[in-house]
Antibody, heavy 122, light 108 residues
Framework: QVQLVQSGAEVKTPGASVKVSCKAS????????INWVRQAPGQGLEWMGW????????EYAQKFQGRVTMTTDTSTSTAYMELSSLTSDDTAVYYCARDLTVFGASHVFGIWGQGTMVIVSS | EVVLTQSPGTLSLFPGERATLSCRASHSVSSSHLAWYQQKPGQAPRLLIY???TRATGIPDRFSGSGSGTDFTVTISRLEPEDVAVYYCQQYVVSPLTFGGGTTVEIK
């Protein structure tokens, strides 16, 4: 079945970087866009950006420009999200979510990973 | 940026009652590029409805979506205990993609 499996929880100190992985299975990785969405404790959902599994094109939310890098490894059907210069405000669960439509960028999040908790604390 | 405002913040109803959740956009959401997600405690969100009124695969028909322009609604026709969750709307007409603040549905 189609699923996205994310890497495990991370604890980072302020100023560090974190890299979260999202391994896809059950579908052709290069046919879909992967989005990244985060959720601070007790808060709502915040879109961070997307990356094409086909050609690696990206779009980042302006809030994260210069701090976020999204990449893919098509040989392992894995997407990555790296966030740098971490502060306590970056403490959140980070989700990857696959686009609903093949080759399109519908920006509807049809399949979600289980989430990765990132804690930023000194 | 399109700001989405959801109401009410919390909805508490008895099983079998009808639940109506609202999402209002600060700018028109053209072509009904509006989706709804359900997030149960401790879980990732799940797609419920997209294009304002199309149910996602596997979503029971007690869930329905409607609306256009700036006002959208999701209705649960007969509330069941497993519907306890936070419900988020999301617009995908313009970047940045944005979500509403969520409506919590509780069972009395």
């Amino acid at each position: 079945q189609v699923q996205l499996v994310q890497s495990g929880a991370e604890v980072k100190t302020p100023g560090a970087s974190v890299k979260v992985s999202c391994k896809a299975s059950g579908y052709t990785f290069t046919n879909y866009v992967i989005n990244w969405v985060r959720q601070a404790p007790g808060q709502g959902l915040e879109w961070m950006g997307w990356i094409s599994g086909y050609n690696g094109n990206t779009e980042y939310a302006q809030k994260f420009q210069g701090r976020v890098t999204m990449t893919t490894d098509t040989s392992t059907s894995t997407a990555y999200m790296e966030l740098s210069s971490l502060t306590s405000d970056d403490t959140a669960v980070y989700y990857c979510a696959r686009d609903l439509t093949v080759f399109g960028a519908s920006h509807v999040f049809g399949i979600w990973g289980q989430g990765t908790m990132v804690i930023v604390s000194s | 940026e399109v700001v989405l405002t959801q109401s009410p913040g919390t909805l508490s109803l008895f099983p079998g009652e009808r639940a109506t959740l609202s999402c209002r956009a600060s700018h028109s959401v053209s072509s009904s590029h509006l989706a709804w997600y359900q997030q149960k405690p401790g879980q990732a969100p799940r797609l419920l409805i997209y294009a304002a009124s199309t149910r996602a695969t596997g979503i029971p028909d007690r869930f329905s979506g409607s609306g256009s322009g700036t006002d959208f609604t999701v209705t649960i026709s007969r509330l069941e205990p497993e519907d306890v969750a936070v419900y988020y709307c999301q617009q995908y007409v313009v970047s940045p993609l944005t979500f509403g603040g969520g409506t919590t549905v509780e069972i009395k």
